[in-house]
C-alpha cells in the first residue's frame, strides 16, 4: 500500500537567514542514508545555536516553533496512516479464542525513516527553541516601552523610535496596522517604513521633540500615535532588537483596543 504526503512548505527564515537551514522535506523526503539526514538536521541546528550566542534570535526561533508544529502535525498523520495500514494475523490463541494482528507497516520504507527522523530530531529542536526563548525572554524584559505624548484614540498610524545601541544611534519608523478577516479569526499585520536615523552623539532630543520634528515635516496626522523604545542592550539591531520592539508595539496596540 503506498501513501503520499503532501506537504506546502514555506520558507520562514526570509532575507535574514542566507545559511541553509532545516527544512520539512529534509524529513519527509528522508534518503536511505539515515545517519546523513541525522549530519544534515545536526550542522543546521549548530548554525542556529551559533547565531543565538551571539544573541540574534530572529528568524531562527519563529522558524523553529513553526517547523516544530509541522512536523509534530506531520508524525500525527503518520501514525494515523500506520492504523489504516493492512493488517495480518501474528498469532492465534486456541486457548483464549483471541486472534492477533500486526500493521503491515514496512521497517526501512520511507514512512518508517520520516516518523523515526522526526522522533528522533524533535527534542533537539525543542532544545533549542527553548534556548532562543530564554534569549527572547531576557530581551524583551530589558526593553522598555514608552508612550510619547498624548495617544490619540485612533492608533493604527504613527510613529516609532528604537534604539540601535551597536551603532549609537534612534532609527525612527512610521509604522501601520492592518487587519484581516477570516470566517474564523482576525490577523492584524504591522508595516514599518524607515524614515532616518539620528546620532546618538548629537545633543539629546528628547522623544516629545523628536515627535514634534516628524509632524512638521510630514504633517500626515495632526497628533500621530507614538511610541518611544528604551534599551541598554547592545543586541543586533535586525535580529533581535527590532523584531522584539515590534511585537511589543502589537500588544501595547491590541491592549489598547
Known amino acids: 500500500m503506498l501513501i503520499t504526503l503532501r506537504f506546502t512548505v514555506i520558507n520562514y527564515a526570509g532575507d535574514l537567514m542566507e545559511k541553509p537551514s532545516l527544512t520539512v522535506q529534509l524529513f519527509t523526503e528522508a534518503t536511505s542514508d539515515f545517519e546523513t539526514s541525522q549530519y544534515r538536521i545536526l550542522a543546521a541546528l549548530k548554525i542556529i545555536s551559533d547565531d543565538f550566542q551571539k544573541n540574534k534570535i530572529y528568524p531562527h526561533l519563529s522558524h523553529l516553533v ?17 492504523k489504516k495500514f493492512p493488517k495480518r494475523i501474528k498469532r492465534i490463541d486456541f486457548v483464549n479464542q483471541v486472534i492477533e494482528h500486526e500493521v503491515v507497516f514496512v521497517p526501512g520504507s520511507d514512512l518508517t525513516k520520516t516518523e523515526d527522523l522526526i522522533e528522533w530530531a524533535l527534542p533537539y529542536i525543542r532544545a533549542k527553541i527553548e534556548e532562543g526563548r530564554t534569549i527572547y525572554e531576557f530581551a524583551s524584559e530589558e526593553i522598555k516601552l514608552q508612550e510619547v505624548g498624548i495617544i490619540p484614540n485612533y492608533t493604527d498610524e504613527g510613529y516609532l523610535f528604537v534604539p540601535d545601541n551597536e551603532r549609537s544611534r534612534l532609527l525612527l519608523f512610521q509604522y501601520e496596522v492592518s487587519v484581516f478577516e477570516s470566517s474564523t479569526a482576525k490577523y492584524r499585520s504591522l508595516k514599518t517604513s524607515f524614515l532616518k536615523a539620528i546620532n546618538k552623539g548629537r545633543a539629546h532630543r528628547s522623544p516629545n521633540a523628536i515627535k514634534l520634528n516628524l509632524i512638521s515635516e510630514h504633517g500626515v496626522l495632526p497628533n500621530p500615535a507614538t511610541y518611544a523604545f528604551n534599551t541598554r542592550l547592545q543586541f543586533p539591531f535586525q535580529e533581535t532588537i527590532f523584531p522584539i520592539t515590534k511585537r511589543k508595539l502589537m500588544q501595547q496596540l491590541y491592549d489598547e483596543r
Open 66 to 82: 513553526e517547523l516544530y508544529a509541522t512536523l509534530g502535525n506531520v508524525l500525527d498523520r503518520l501514525q494515523d496512516a500506520r
